[in-house]
């Protein structure tokens, strides 16, 4: 094989089995007509109320409920799969206690599943909000010290800590997506500088699950936008190259009124999300 074709191989490559999980979600949803050339079979799961009432899209595909705080469910979820794209669990911030149990027990039982299993792929919905404290006149990258903005942005930080443990001591790759805002337009000034299309996820998904030796990757998620706070030169070897922009939001979103100067909207990476809470279970 020469180095051109094996350099191109990853683009026609397939699983026999991949595991969506986070299914019914809002990415899930967008994701699962896109990832029949991924695989022969793809398994989608999500929790089972959510699940209900959901058919399979095709032969290729698989529907399953699982809760990720049920250790045996995941485990019986994860077989026969030999990748996962993991987007399940509590993608706001929430009391901890709702965290805790999809976000932290969750993140720990799909890689002991993954691990027991052989699967050696595992795709990472982390987030920017691993990073949100940053200020937005700031540019960081992956080897930047975290600054979770949140309960929901620490279960990040702790799912990116278990995908390097899995990697270093039972070579389960990950590549780490800090996603930034994945929705069909961008509707404010922050999502200017975080806003990803679909069509670059896929792109990147595609580049995380079959390029090879990405060992722990973490990689932003944001399309070519103009203003952006992120630097993915340590994800270079995936070679992801977006090709969608924010800026043709751009108008649309200028048009509307400026937040105060103090506004964490304005001021940090992070947002809203920053100033979430606090969730006091003992409060009147």
Same mark, same amino acid.
């Given at each position: 094989?020469?180095?051109? =074709?094996?350099? /191109? ?12 999980? *986070?299914?019914?979600?809002?990415? &899930? ?34 529907? $399953? &409920?699982? /809760? ?11 077989? +026969? @799969?030999?990748?996962?794209?993991? $987007?399940? +669990? ?12 999809? #976000? ?8 002991? %599943? ?29 080897? /930047?010290?975290?600054?979770?903005? &949140?309960?929901?942005? $620490? ?9 390097? !443990?899995? !990697? ?19 509707? #404010? ?23 090879? *030796? ?10 070519? #936008? %103009?203003?952006?706070?992120?630097? #993915?030169?340590? %994800?270079?070897?995936? *070679? ?8 043709? !939001? @751009? ?14 909207? %304005? =001021?940090?990476?992070? *947002?809203? !999300? ?7 279970? $003992?409060?009147?």
């Amino acid at each position: 094989m020469s180095a051109e =074709t094996e350099r /191109d191989a990853w683009q026609s490559a397939r699983f026999s089995r991949l595991l969506l999980t *986070g299914a019914a979600g809002g990415v &899930g949803r967008q994701l699962r007509p896109r990832l029949a050339s991924f695989a022969e079979r793809v398994r989608v799961a999500d929790l089972a109320a959510a699940m209900q009432g959901v058919t399979p899209a095709g032969a290729h595909e698989e529907v $399953l &409920g699982c /809760d990720l705080a049920d250790r045996a469910a995941v485990d019986a979820m994860v077989a +026969g @799969c030999e990748a996962i794209i993991h $987007l399940g +669990g509590v993608s706001v911030e929430r009391p901890f206690e709702e965290i805790l149990e999809a #976000n932290i027990k969750g993140v720990f039982h799909i890689y002991e %599943a993954a691990r027991r299993h052989g699967v050696k792929r595992v795709i990472f919905a982390s987030s920017n909000h691993v990073t949100g404290f940053y200020r937005q006149d700031e540019r960081i990258d992956a080897h /930047d010290l975290k600054r979770p903005d &949140g309960y929901y942005g $620490l279960s990040k930080s702790y799912g990116e800590d278990m995908a390097q !443990f899995y !990697f270093d001591r039972y070579g389960v790759e990950t590549v780490s997506i800090r996603i930034g805002s994945i929705f069909p337009e961008a509707t #404010n000034r922050r999502m200017l500088a975080s806003w990803m299309s679909m069509d670059d996820f896929e792109q990147l998904l595609r580049r995380a699950l079959f390029i090879a *030796g990405v060992g722990h990757t973490i990689v932003y998620g944001m399309s070519a #936008n %103009a203003k952006t706070w992120w630097d #993915n030169r340590h %994800a270079a070897h995936l *070679g992801y190259a977006p090709k969608d922009s924010s800026e043709i !939001f @751009c108008a649309k979103v200028e048009a509307q009124p400026q937040p105060a100067a103090d506004d964490p909207v %304005a =001021t940090l990476q992070g *947002g809203a !999300f920053t100033a979430a809470g606090p969730f006091d279970p $003992l409060a009147d």
